[in-house]
């Protein structure tokens, strides 16, 4: 049960932008990125109680641009500054590796999940939604 102190205009943006995300702009490269990294980063019982430490529900909580009160991962990069390394080699394989160890993770844990291929600027991308 969220607590009546953690209702501030702050976190009543966030919850309204993670879900905006969440709902209308997660086929977005940056977007999707950041959620996977937040994936790999969360807590397995956070992702089976679909819920963080601090009482937000998921996957909306990993669509807000804000880091966790509890310390689970960080704020997102800049947009400029994800742009500026999206395209390096060792940032898409650790992409990639991070990829692997999340479906890994999420599939161990029996956690539902799906992995989609879409394109989105005529490339090719992989989108990992819970269920």
Known sequence: ???????????VKGFITGWYNF????EQEFLQHQFIFRLDMAQTSCLQNKMCPCFC?????????????????????????????????????NFEDTC??????????????RVEDYKYKDKNRVRITLL
């Not at 709902?23 to 997660?26: E, G, K």
């Not at 947009?79 to 390394?85: F, G, N, P, R």
């Open 57 to 93: 529900e998921l996957p909306e909580k990993l669509y807000d641009p804000r880091a966790c009160d509890e310390n689970c991962y960080p704020e997102f990069p800049s947009k400029e500054s994800w742009e500026k390394i999206k395209d390096d080699p060792n940032y898409i394989a």
């Open 23 to 26: 709902l209308f702009r997660s």
């Open 1 to 11: 049960m969220i607590k009546l102190s953690k209702i501030t205009p702050s976190n």
């Open 100 to 113: 692997d160890r999340v479906i890994h993770k999420l599939a161990t844990n029996g956690i539902p999940f």
